[in-house]
């Protein structure tokens, strides 16, 4: 097996960043460069007939996530792609990237490695259709291994704030399933975003009218200096717990770095993670939706 093909993490590529005692580099700015001409490749062949295309590109905290993210923008520049820089954002959103109207975007890139320390990081890839498979992964790392000589340089970026058009999307969304402005007001729900990308969901909260006092580690910090960033950790949930408790809010809301694996903790302390946070979310749809497909 190719060293490249070594970085498929069944749907996603995860790889080592930055150096370490035990671990070698094998996630570099040139291979991620590389990564992202085959993806675009991969997108134009998937939808041949369109004359532009266009894709977002963004980051979760992590301090090699701007390096990383700039060798991806250039791959995709490079084989003609037009590219909203989306920043600092979440994995929701590049995907609904490929949804909202204004946007449009034909495929997207998430830069994150998930839960995993800060040392690592990764790619999460988009169409419209959802998450690429683990068979489309394999052969754009296969054909990452390709003669990228020829660079047309026809494509452009720019910047784009996604995570406010997500965060406007998402409070008008609860604002309509609610039929109120501020649905959330005089209850307590706080967050722990763990320095990931998720600090924003308190700004969503205020705007619903809670209250957020007793949010903690809301600014991004790549070296996830207070926790492994991880709300499947038994640690992590016992001490967020814990947070939630004290300061007697009525529900708490942790995040992993990319903000697409949540857990929640009710105002007795209890935990809603995993199993149990699927069947709730199953529940609540099915309510509302007859014959759903879980």
Known sequence: MSDILKLQNGSDIRGVAIESKDEKINLTEQIAYKIARS??????????????????????????????????????????????????????????????????????????????????????????????????????????????????????????????IYSKHLINLIRDKTGSEKPFLNKRIIVDAGNGSGGFFVNILNELGADTSGSVYLNPDGYFPNHIPNPENTQVMEEFSKQVLNVKADLGIIFDTDVDRAAFVDKTGKAIAKNSLVALMSYIISKDNKNSII
């Open 39 to 164: 993806f675009a490749r991969y997108i134009k062949d998937k939808y041949p007939s369109k004359e532009r295309y266009t894709t977002t590109v963004g980051t979760d905290s992590r301090i090699t996530g701007p390096a990383i993210k700039k060798a991806v923008i250039n791959g995709l520049v490079d084989e003609g792609l037009f590219v909203y820089d989306a920043a600092l954002t979440s994995t929701p959103a590049i995907f609904m990237s490929t949804i909202f109207n204004e946007i449009k975007a034909d495929c997207g890139i998430m830069i994150t490695a998930s839960h995993l320390p800060f040392n690592r990081n990764g790619m999460k890839f988009f169409s419209k259709e959802g998450g690429l498979d683990k068979n489309d992964i394999k052969n754009i790392l296969i054909n990452a291994e390709s003669d990228f000589s020829e660079c047309k340089s026809t494509g452009s970026s720019q910047i784009l704030p996604l995570t406010e």
